[in-house]
């Protein structure tokens, strides 16, 4: 086993470096070579590593020799600024490429639209190749060096990344680490009789080690994709699939696994993707008598595909897509000998739920518990905030945190799912329940954005009291991720008000999951109407941009610099702390439709008592009565008037 590796393996690749581009090689290598040794040491045996190094060392200097001049120089950058991704002046978009504008070449034509909101991070769901028919959403991928016919092609992809890149703009992309469509070539090989290949999937003759893993594994679609093992009459195996029968889970444990990523992660990287997101990565390592999720293998392997790329592309980063418990989801930014070195990036999933139980329960106690209670994490990491995505919610409320404030877990789960479909009383919310599991009681949730606050119901009933009012619920949710720090992420739609698509089921292959609710295509006469003043389009569209403006202007929002969440003087008011070295970046979210307050006498041990609103630009006012009055739904951003 060795510490450093003997350069003399890529002679023929360094050969064709200039001398300064070689020493630049040597020195990165240097550098994170310790991180990527001791990760694949952690998973694999001194043999298998010593052989993978060899080949993962030769990798890395190809692509090194092969990237393109401009990415080259975008490397030298992110070098010297590590932090890019942390700074305030990032936001985020996320869409279906084909939903959005039709083809990679019609994203580009709407660049002016995503600069026009202030977007410098654009994530574009699954591009990659998948089966043909049911892909999950195009999360079975069937060739990773391919794009989606309907989409373009590489060259179009290569061509999307340098014209995003010149604009500012880093490009997104799905990596899905933990399975393949059964079409994928390797699993098409393994159902030919390769062995080769056969020993990158889990299979098994029959139903006994299946029957022993299921013992404690949950089920993903429980609805329509029972259980997590399926047979395959080729293989006359039973074949490990978390999500879909036709998904079928690879095989971590075997190092060869390891190095296909690993070159798949290089070829998207050469193609100008800035970001990867790491999807289902939490399910990658399997350990018998677990859930199979969160195993401290999954970061050894991330800390080690990371090292590797920061060697061959620093460029690029890593976001995990982990949607898991409170406890689990730190991990994902690096802890204990993992600290920072696992994904940069990673979904503030928390903050999400915390956001919509507040929004329904008008009490912000739940949230601020929960949200106090996470542990710090690495200050070279970033989450990824947002009020939407793609997916459905799941309401992951901790039985802890709830019981900490007087609350059952289960109950207050079941009012969610209840408040966010409608069938709580007095609520307008028009979600629709997705994966029903009568076991657990489980209900997770549909909707877009605007139906989940009302919006919807409120614009059909001709209400404009109502109609103003689920914005300002909308805009709050949205202050609260742009307050938060790191990145946060706008769901196609939310920035002009975008309600269900009434006709979702109406698709091929779209029936069955009702998540597509959420995933309207673009109406860009809608998406036109902002520049008309009084439509829901115009409102969402202006208070949005303005919330992204003013949070481009205050270096207070780095990332680096943690959110804490302080003790409540109201339960309605939410009070989220950044102490910055320009001073303390006090933001205040009234989450009730009433007027509630805040006393005064806490700005002054913050260094807030002469403090300005950031969001209205007008000094704190502070009421007869010593208060701080916030207006229904209301955010200030308070920080020194002289900073």
């Known amino acids: 086993m060795r510490d450093l590796p003997n350069f003399l393996d890529v002679a023929d690749v360094l050969g064709e470096f200039s001398a300064d581009r070689r020493d630049l090689f040597e020195l990165r290598v240097q550098r994170w070579w310790p991180d990527l040794h001791a990760g694949l040491s952690e998973v694999y045996s001194p043999q298998e590593v010593e052989e993978l190094e060899a080949r993962l060392l030769y990798l890395a200097a190809t692509a090194v020799r092969d990237r393109d001049p401009e990415l080259a120089r975008l490397d030298q950058a992110r070098t010297l600024d590590p932090g890019w991704f942390q700074r305030e002046k990032m936001l985020g978009y996320a869409c279906y490429a084909d939903r959005f504008a039709g083809s990679l070449d019609g994203v580009r034509e709407q660049i002016s639209y995503l600069k026009e909101l202030g977007v410098t991070y654009l994530h574009l769901m699954p591009i990659l190749k998948p089966r043909d028919g049911d892909s999950d959403g195009g999360y079975a991928v069937a060739d990773y060096r391919s794009v ?4 373009g092609t590489v060259d179009d992809l290569k061509r999307l990344s340098a014209a995003l890149r010149a604009e500012g703009i880093s490009l997104v992309a799905d990596l899905v680490l933990n399975h393949v469509a059964k079409e994928h ?14 020993d990158y999937f889990l299979t098994f003759p029959d139903r006994y080690m299946p029957d022993a893993y299921e013992r404690t594994l949950p089920e993903v679609f429980p609805d329509f994709a029972p259980g997590n093992f399926t047979w395959d009459e080729d293989l006359q195996s039973w074949v490990w699939t978390t ?3 036709f998904q079928w889970d690879v095989n971590w444990a075997n190092p060869e696994v390891f190095y296909e990523y690993a070159d798949v992660i290089l070829f998207l990287a050469g193609l100008g993707v800035e970001v990867l997101r790491l999807d289902a ?5 399997k350990a018998l ?3 199979c999720q969160n195993q401290p293998q999954v970061h050894s392997i991330t800390q080690a595909l990371r090292a590797l790329v920061r060697i061959a592309a620093p460029a690029v980063i890593f ?3 982990a949607i898991v418990a409170p406890q689990d989801l730190v991990h994902y930014l690096g802890q204990g000998k993992h600290h920072g070195k696992v994904s940069d990036l990673a979904y503030h999933n928390s903050l999400m739920v915390q ?11 739940l949230g601020a518990h929960s949200l106090q209670h996470l542990p710090p994490v690495p200050p070279t990491t970033a989450w990824i905030t947002y009020v939407r995505c793609h997916d459905d919610i799941g309401w992951a409320i901790d039985d802890r945190d709830a019981g900490a404030v007087g609350l059952n877990g289960y109950q207050h789960r079941a009012f969610l799912s209840d408040f966010y479909t409608g069938q709580f009383p007095g609520s307008t919310a028009r979600g629709l329940v997705f994966q029903y599991n009568p076991a657990t009681g489980d209900r997770r949730v549909s909707g877009s954005a605007a139906a989940l606050v009302g919006l919807d119901a409120a614009v059909e009933a001709g209400d404009r009291v109502a109609t103003q009012q689920s914005i300002d619920r909308l805009l709050l949710a949205y202050a609260i991720v742009l307050g938060w720090g790191g990145i946060p992420v706008i ?10 698509d009434q006709m979702w089921a109406s698709e091929p292959g779209h029936a069955d999951d009702n998540r597509w609710v959420h995933r309207p295509r673009m109406p860009w006469g809608r998406a036109e109407a902002r520049r008309y003043p009084g439509t829901v389009s115009a409102r969402m569209f202006s208070g949005l941009t303005h919330l992204i403006k003013v949070r481009k202007s205050a270096p207070f929002l780095d990332a680096s610099v943690p959110a804490q969440v302080l003790e409540l003087s109201d339960p309605g008011v939410l009070p989220v702390l950044r102490r910055h070295p320009l001073g303390s970046f006090l933001a205040l979210y009234n989450v009730t439709p009433e007027w509630r307050p805040w006393p005064s006498w806490r700005l002054g041990g913050l260094g807030l008592w002469d403090s300005v609103d950031l969001l209205s630009g007008r000094h704190v006012n502070v009421a007869d009565d010593g208060n701080v009055w916030l207006a229904p739904y209301a955010s200030l951003w308070l920080v020194p008037r002289e900073h």
């Open 148 to 151: 989606r016919g309907d989409l």
């Open 355 to 365: 956001i919509w139980s507040m929004l329904a329960s008008k009490d912000a106690r």
């Open 491 to 500: 769901w196609m739609g939310d920035e002009i008000g975008l309600p269900n």
């Open 185 to 198: 070539v390797w699993a098409q090989a393994a159902r030919a009789g390769n062995p080769k290949y056969r």
């Open 243 to 245: 999500f879909n029968s």
């Open 289 to 291: 008598g677990t859930n």
């Open 281 to 285: 990565i939490a399910f990658i390592w």
């Open 319 to 321: 976001k995990a897509e």
